[in-house]
């Protein structure tokens, strides 16, 4: 099969534990496409260590979820959004 992902893709760096992006500078934008009821824990643990967050969607098993999210990324000054599609995957 064609793959029609774009090759700079494949270039960038990809973090294989979640502590090399929470205490790395150079990681500043971590997509979240864990298991639903892990969004929560992992969204938050993200927003605390101030980098910007796209979660899968659904972004949170329930709206308080949601909120707990967004009261975080405001907290932090950071960018929350829910991603509508699953991002390209060079794989």
């Given at each position: ?10 270039s960038?760096?990809k ?13 500043y934008?971590v ?29 949170g098993?329930s ?29």
């Amino acid at each position: 099969s064609t793959s029609h992902t774009p090759p700079f893709n494949n270039s960038l760096p990809k973090a294989k534990l979640f502590c090399n992006v929470t205490h790395n500078d150079d990681k500043y934008v971590v997509y979240v496409g864990t298991v639903n009821p892990q969004h929560l824990p992992d969204t938050l643990m993200f927003l605390r260590a101030r980098k910007a967050v796209l979660v899968e969607k659904p972004m949170g098993v329930s709206a308080c979820e949601a909120k707990e999210m967004a009261a975080a990324a405001r907290e932090a000054g950071v960018f929350l959004m829910e991603s509508p599609t699953v991002p390209p995957s060079p794989l």
